[in-house]
Nanobody, 126 residues
Framework: VQLQASGGGLVQAGGSLKLSCAAS????????MAWFRQASGKERDFVAA????????YYGDFVKGRFTISRDNDKNMMYLQMNSLKPEDTAVYYC????????????????????WGQGTLVTVSS
């Protein structure tokens, strides 16, 4: 599968952005998906994950109700709606698809995911 993230940009603190992840090469309807982010000089951190059905969603502790992950399997797409953005949310955001074998836990790690998009930069100004 090939994943392409888009929707990043420059936004003021308190603003909103919606990231999209388009999948091609195979359908994603049997794969758990996630968003991770990586700030400059830091490790890649878990942001949000959604089960293959969309029934279960999980978020990193820092999200605190500000972000919403969703998916549209008919369109082979995944999304991340980000509200109340803060300067510390500035990072490159990556979408990922897992191996399609295991269940989705509440705090997935980078190693749980097989395919990665190229990332989209989100910059939040103060």
């Amino acid at each position: 599968v090939q994943l392409q993230a888009s929707g990043g940009g420059l936004v003021q603190a308190g603003g909103s952005l919606k990231l999209s992840c388009a999948a091609s090469g195979r359908t994603i309807d049997t794969y758990n998906m996630a968003w991770f982010r990586q700030a400059s000089g830091k490790e890649r951190d878990f942001v949000a994950a959604i089960s293959w059905s969309g029934f279960s969603t999980y978020y990193g502790d820092f999200v605190k109700g500000r972000f919403t992950i969703s998916r549209d399997n008919d369109k082979n797409m995944m999304y991340l709606q980000m509200n109340s953005l803060k300067p510390e949310d500035t990072a490159v955001y990556y979408c990922a698809s897992d191996y399609g074998v295991y269940g989705l836990g509440p705090m997935p790690s980078v190693s749980d995911f097989e395919a990665w998009g190229q990332g989209t930069l989100v910059t939040v100004s103060s």
